[in-house]
């Protein structure tokens, strides 16, 4: 049986573990997040417009609503670090920045929640935020409340300036401060992200939060996705198989729409946090985003893989040269065989697109009736295809190739057939760019 093959199994027998109950996030949270795209900008006297202060966040929610976003599903603003007062006040409160925040944060929670938004905010497991504000040690009890006061819907909780070893505990103590309040909360914690290359503790953090972070933070780069991506597709630690519904990996931010991406690469990241069912928190300025990587954003068939019901994160089972293959088992299922989707990713850079090439067996793509396939990012058919057939597809460079195989009760069409060869990897990939390149010299 293929690596497929195992993968589905494990999902028809029910194997898996039983999560955070707090009945949320049962598809991974969709929002937008300050962080990767303001930072820690305070100079709001000579910067006003992208400074971290309410101003920021209330129009980032009217553009939340006018831009479409919360008709496709991103429903939550999240203020990151930076936005706390020195100092706590003389009753040991937490209090955002006088200034900065001149109306209080109860005032912008309702501003928020008005527009039909959820209110998320950031604080850290430590002495101190990453930035040197007020962190929850020596008041978690009170921090739990005074967010719960101010109607927070999504807490991130950071892991700056503390111990990790005793996150197996901190972490689990402050949510139960949370689910104590009776307000309910997401919980995103930042446990792992302190503990790679430590075998953080996956069964015990599913239990205790609804999303983790557990790798690098991600920068405006290509460099950084790729690698986010490589260690997604590496799992060492088999984080891969904690991720289910009310329990996500999380890696980190979408960067898409701001400097650092090409479009194809936007489609790329994109395209493999679908796959991999992760959060789907924008970081972007929604007021200037332009209208191609917006529509990346909004992509609805995206999004609809990305919020499978069923949850499961998808596993690379091809790691190639140029090509990676990965692979999630989606809705619908017939007769204990999931559809499947298949995202092919170029990591090749040399100017032309390749063409990937596979029997669909090769893959683990074997139901007898067979699959109907459908380009992810434009919604249309491309064909019928038997588990014999071959595939075949062009991958632009540092871009993705991502196709919907969908089970059939009843074959209806005809797809190619079958190469008589395939490579040891399982798919052919053709290097259009060299047909004219001659090394025999």
Not at 23 to 35: A, D, F, H, Q, V
Request: net charge negative.
């Amino acid at each position: 049986m293929g690596q497929l093959g195992l993968f589905v199994l494990a999902w028809v027998c029910g194997c898996g573990v039983s999560g955070l109950e707090n009945g949320l996030s049962r598809t991974p949270p969709m929002g937008w997040l300050s962080w990767e795209r303001f930072r820690c900008n305070t100079d709001c006297d000579n910067d006003p417009e992208f400074c971290i202060g309410e101003r920021l966040f209330k129009e980032m929610s009217d553009m939340m609503v006018v831009g479409g976003y919360l008709e496709a599903g991103y429903d939550t603003i999240i203020i990151d670090d930076c936005w706390l007062d020195h100092k706590r006040s003389a009753d040991g409160k937490l209090q955002a920045d006088p200034k900065r925040f001149s109306s209080g944060i109860p005032a912008l929670s309702d501003y928020i929640h008005k527009l039909g938004l959820k209110f998320g905010i950031y604080e850290d497991y430590g002495n101190f935020t990453c930035g040197g504000y007020p962190g929850i040690l020596g008041h978690m009890e009170t921090d739990a409340k005074t967010f719960a006061e101010w109607n927070v819907d999504y807490v991130k909780l950071d892991g700056c300036y503390s111990e990790p070893s005793t996150m197996e505990t901190g972490y689990p103590e402050f949510g139960r401060y949370l689910n104590a309040t009776k307000r309910p909360m997401v919980y995103s914690c930042s446990w792992p992200a302190y503990q790679i290359g430590q075998n953080p503790d996956y069964k015990s953090i599913a239990e205790h939060c609804n999303l983790w972070r557990n790798f690098d933070d991600i920068t405006d780069s290509w460099d950084s996705v790729l690698s986010i991506i490589d260690y997604y597709g590496d799992d060492k630690d088999g984080f891969s198989s904690f991720a289910a519904p009310g329990q996500w990996n999380d890696p980190d931010m979408l960067i898409i729409g701001n400097y650092g991406l090409s479009l194809d690469q936007s489609k790329a990241q994109m395209a493999m946090w679908c796959m991999f069912a992760a959060p789907l928190i924008m970081s972007a300025d929604l007021r200037s985003i332009r209208p191609e990587f917006k529509e990346i954003l909004l992509n609805r068939n995206l999004i609809k893989l990305n919020q499978d019901p069923m949850g499961i994160q998808a596993k690379r089972i091809i790691k190639g040269k140029d090509i990676d293959v990965f692979s999630r088992p989606v809705m619908p299922v017939y007769k204990g065989k999931t559809s499947v989707a298949i995202a092919f990713l170029n990591r090749w850079n040399e100017g032309t697109p390749l063409k990937v090439q596979f029997t669909l067996k090769d893959l683990g793509l074997d139901h007898p009736a067979g699959y109907q396939a459908s380009d992810v990012f434009t919604g249309k058919s491309i064909g019928s295809y038997k588990p014999g057939d071959s595939f075949s597809g062009l991958v632009n460079p540092t871009g993705i190739l991502l196709v919907r195989f969908s089970v059939m009760a009843k074959y209806s069409g005809q797809g190619e057939v079958a190469p008589g060869h395939s490579t040891d990897e399982g798919i052919d990939i053709i290097y259009p760019g060299l047909t004219g390149w001659r090394t025999e010299f």
